[in-house]
């Protein structure tokens, strides 16, 4: 069964620096790989997904994400922070079954905290 | 356009009680997805549906949960006899196409479930 695994819980960054979220992903063949965003009393928003081609996608938002299979990641990214970007982010894999890709599997979120 | 839509926001309910959670999608899309979210977890998929055909319900937890769409547009999930294991944040989403997981899912601002 696909899984994905947010190593971080919290991460506290200060604004206009750059920010890394980390996303871990086990499945055997190419997975196809999300990152959304959350924020209070909002649904999920997409941010960019992965399926094939390039792996650096960029998305909205100024977030870029890197695949990278030897790694089994899919790192969110972006270079300079701001205080709206004070969110919970979640990475989701698509799930399988026998009769074809069905909703999304995603892990436990990472919360983002911003520093003035 | 309007969103993904669902009532109601929040819903207090005693232990034993049925409820009814509704979801209207955005307009136009054909495919619709139940998840639910526990405290300090990601979303948990539940099933889905193209148009009127639920497609997968594996991810419900018992038999105490049931989801339809009749008409292929607004979906409705029920919980019987509800239990306080029951209590989450319950969230639609819906997608444009037949691609399951593989076609970007819009979210709605989730129904919070409380159980006395």
């Known amino acids: 069964a696909q899984s994905v695994t947010q190593p971080d819980i919290h991460i506290t960054v200060s604004e206009g620096a750059s920010l890394e979220l980390r996303c871990n992903y086990s499945y055997g063949a190419t997975p196809y790989l999300f990152w959304y965003v959350q924020s209070p009393g909002q649904g999920l928003q997409l941010l960019l997904k992965y399926f094939s081609g390039d792996t650096l996608v960029q998305g909205i938002k100024g977030f870029e994400a890197e695949f990278k299979r030897s790694q089994s990641s899919f790192n969110l990214r972006k270079p300079s922070v701001h205080w709206s970007d004070a969110a919970e982010y979640f990475c989701a894999v698509v799930m399988y079954s026998g009769g074809g890709a069905d909703g999304l599997t995603f892990g436990k979120g990472t919360h983002l905290i911003i520093q003035p | 356009g309007a969103g993904v839509s669902q009532s109601p926001r929040y819903k207090v309910t005693k232990r034993g009680q049925d409820v009814a959670l509704r979801c209207d999608p955005i307009?136009?899309?054909?495919?619709l997805y139940w998840y639910r979210q526990a405290l300090g977890q990601g979303p948990e998929f539940l099933t889905y549906?193209?148009?009127?055909?639920?497609?997968?319900k594996s991810g419900l937890p018992n038999d105490r949960f049931s989801a339809e769409r009749p008409e292929g547009s607004i979906s409705t999930l029920t919980i019987q006899r509800t239990e306080q294991r029951d209590s989450a944040m319950y969230r639609c989403?819906?997608?444009?196409?037949?691609?399951?997981?593989?076609?970007?899912?819009?979210f709605g601002p989730g129904t919070r479930l409380t159980v006395l």
């Open positions: 989403a819906s997608s444009p196409g037949l691609a399951g997981g593989l076609d970007t899912q819009y």
């Open positions: 307009s136009g899309h054909v495919s």
């Open positions: 549906f193209n148009y009127e055909a639920q497609q997968d």
